[in-house]
């Protein structure tokens, strides 16, 4: 027997000792328990206290609330670390498609501790965020607020000078000093910065232990070049990488560079990689990924192109449009296959990249159960479990510790939990109709506090709880 599900088991026996004599704040019933940390995967009854897993347990419990979970999954809440759509029904579909715990952490913000104020106490679920450096290079460059930068910003077109570049890195700096998990980059909409620019970015960030999460420089025909510069990047300073929606940006080159992510932490450097289940993605038409050459770029044409909003193929005309209005647009760019062996790749955890009017934003994680793991059986269940929950968990335990106690199943973790049915499990939100929830979860968890029973979304319960870093200050490295 594995030495570490030996433990976890022995563990299990004595803290179960006299525990069907307690009582707990919540009690699942006959829920076949699943941690994707130890392996362990069992029926049995959870027991809740205080928002923590205080037993697992072969015997009945007692608590003041139970659920009935006979045929259910009780799995570790899943973790998105790529959600931009924070609007209301965003925030109902994440909750449905079984997610505990969010994060802004691509994109970022330029303000971090105005960021969790606004959030303070209106989420079901538990969230974070990380300073953007496409966010402080728009305040630095004067741009107007948006999104993201456009395609003829200042932000996307300028070069930093020496004090822009000092400005830019005090605003990384701050934006850690408050409490953002990580450091977020969009170099494919800021292509006028630099790669020493970028380099400096990486060195606050490893001052801090924080990840870089990268949308790489996305002309396709240079995708290498883009994995290598941030992979370098991490190799000079020691920072840790995400490289975000890997798929999404490499398209063909995919699997050479999940081959470049796998040489790289062979030699030691702290990288993976991230990927979402569809073979499309979206992004704002204005921004600079559209600029002059990207049919060439990406080797796409307009008819790959799809108008978020109406479903709407686009063509020369339309697109130019909508170019100058802006808005969101679907990008139809991959195959099947390499969505698939993306998924399947060891170095790989899946996150939402959610925006509204994209499948990804209510379907994600009960496609990764449904359609890959149940229907297409390209993932076994506990491998699934462990790219939605515990690998998430695991890419931000250096800079915020308490990670450690969520993507897992045991005594001591904390109470979010998801739990599903692993033959009814599916998204049913689609290209053409993006705003349907997931089905087959018909509880939720956060925090010991059920946020969705039978399949409907409980009203006015909002214990998701901010994740900051503890570490606010830089170290010497």
């Known amino acids: 027997m594995n030495p570490v599900r030996s433990f976890f088991l022995i563990l299990l026996s004595l803290t179960m000792a006299g525990s069907a004599q307690e009582s707990f704040d919540l009690v699942l019933e006959n829920g076949r328990v699943i941690d994707p940390e130890s392996g362990f995967d069992e029926i049995r009854h959870v027991g809740i206290l205080d928002g923590k897993i205080a037993a697992i347990s072969k015997t009945a419990l007692s608590g003041k609330e139970s659920i009935d979970a006979t045929g259910l999954v009780v799995a570790p809440g899943f973790i998105d670390l790529h959600q931009h759509a924070w609007d209301a029904d965003s925030v109902r579909f994440k909750i449905r498609d079984g997610v505990t715990s969010v994060f802004e952490l691509e994109v970022g913000t330029d303000n971090v501790a105005a960021w969790y104020e606004k959030y303070a106490d209106k989420l079901p679920f538990n969230h974070g965020v990380a300073v953007g450096h496409v966010k402080v290079r728009m305040q630095v460059m004067g741009d107007f607020p948006s999104f993201l930068p456009k395609s003829d910003s200042k932000a996307a077109t300028v070069e930093a000078s020496q004090e822009q570049l000092e400005e830019l890195k005090l605003g990384i700096k701050r934006g850690l000093d408050e409490g953002a998990v990580a450091v977020g980059f969009g ?17 606050v960030a490893a001052k801090y232990n924080a990840a870089c999460h990268v949308h790489i420089r996305t002309r396709r025909k240079a995708s290498y070049e883009g994995v290598e510069e941030v992979i370098a990047a991490a190799a000079i300073t020691g920072a ?7 798929q999404a940006t490499g398209a063909s080159a995919t699997p050479r560079l999940l081959q470049m992510v796998s040489e790289a932490r062979a030699n030691g450097i702290k990288v993976s990689s991230e990927i979402y289940p569809y073979t499309a993605g979206m992004t704002d038409i204005k921004s600079a990924i559209f600029g002059e050459g990207w049919q060439e770029n990406f080797q796409l044409d307009y008819g790959s192109l799809q108008w978020g909003a109406t479903g709407e193929r686009l063509t020369k ?3 130019e449009n909508y170019r100058k209005t802006g808005g969101l647009v679907i990008v139809h760019s991959n195959t099947e296959e390499i969505v698939t062996n993306a998924i399947k790749h060891p170095t790989a955890l899946i996150a939402s990249d959610g925006l509204k009017g994209h499948p990804r934003n209510a379907g994600t994680f009960a496609r990764i159960l449904g359609f890959y793991c149940r229907e297409r059986g390209e993932l076994d269940l506990m491998t699934a479990l462990r790219k939605i929950s515990l690998m998430p968990a695991q890419r931000l335990e250096a800079r915020v510790p308490a990670m ?10 904390d109470a979010d939990l998801t739990l599903f049915d692993p033959d009814t499990v599916i998204d049913r939100a689609t290209f053409t109709d993006a705003e349907k929830m997931s089905s087959g979860i018909p509880f939720v968890i956060v925090d010991g506090a059920v946020v969705v029973r039978d399949s409907m979304i409980v009203s006015d319960v909002f214990p998701g709880k901010a994740i900051r870093a503890t570490q606010t200050k830089p170290v010497k490295k």
Do not use: D
Not at 240 to 246: D, G, N, S, W, Y
């Open 187 to 203: 170099i494919a909409y800021t292509p006028a910065a630099s790669r020493w620019e970028i380099l400096e970015m990486f060195r």
């Open 240 to 246: 840790e990488l995400q490289i975000v929606h890997l």
């Open 317 to 319: 005309e339309s697109f």
């Open 404 to 413: 450690k106690n969520k993507g897992r199943c045991k005594i001591g973790a």
